[in-house]
């Protein structure tokens, strides 16, 4: 079984591609930008050091710090889709930030034409379809939020397929955001939130009355709500679950109590996704493995998730069917 789910065609709708920064490659590129890189970033094996939802946020920022131009975009880029690949990840979107590229004196353009020639790289030598979201970040403020959308719609590329929110969700209202998300939606932007990852069911609620979105990143917790998930699938809501995420933040104590099993029976569209894979000590591959070993999620199932993420991405319609018939033949 375990050999046929590394098999199995999978679909990534959530990571974020500053949080895909593995330790080595920080210290790679840091050098070579003569950045320096405070070394009480990692622990004692090298790996990320944080301790809560805030540390990581600040190890996140200060990981990506070492990037300084557009071809560390590029290089993140083809790493991220090379290790994906590597685990038969058929179509990958991530999350990009401007803002992170911003502090890193790395212009708008600059991100984007990196991360398009890590992907037309990616894609050249491993096969693998890679789309980009944008995302702004929850902390910095809706007006930082309008500001990347508006950079977003003015600057279009075929490979930006939608728009999105990270960061901290304790930080505003979502209403707050409904400008940011309108001014992508009616460019045509498909949209996805963080929302119910540490706040509870009442900010999926707040997500699905005001923002114009299609995906909920995380949504766990609208586990605690029987309305809010009749809610979801009666809207076709789709939820980007990443499981080892969940654990190594503490938002379930352990496999018993994580809602995936809950929400594949109540008939809702999930996917299953890494989020920061290296902060998080997992990737695509395994967090399929992971749901099959420790909640009983079969080959039939883990398939069927692959669907419904290959549906619910923001591809366009003849990339979808493509990569949907190449997991149905599976
Ligand atoms: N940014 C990167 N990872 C995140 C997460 N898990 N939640 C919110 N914002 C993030
Ligand atoms: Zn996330």
Redesign the pocket.
Known sequence: MLSQISQLPKIELHS?L??TLKPELVNVIAKRNGIHVDQNLFDSQGEYAWTD?AS??SA?DAASSCLKNGNDYRDITYEYFKSCASENVIYAET?I?PDHAADCGITYDDMISGCVQGIDDAERDFGIIGRIIV?C??HLGPQQGVNVAKQMVDNPHPYIVGFG?????NAFTLEDYAPAFNIAAEAGYPCTV?AG??CGPESVWDAINFLPIRRI??GVNSILDAKLLDELVKRKIHLEI?PG?NLS?SIFADWDSHPLPSFISKGISVSLNS??PP??HTSVGLEYINSAKHMNISLEKLKNISLMAMDASFADADTKSRLMNKIIEF
């Open positions: 974020h500053e949080g939802f990581f946020l996140y999350f930030s995302t970040v929850r929110m990270g960061g901290d969700e963080h990852e540490l990143g995380h990443c995420s933040l989020d920061d902060f998080f």
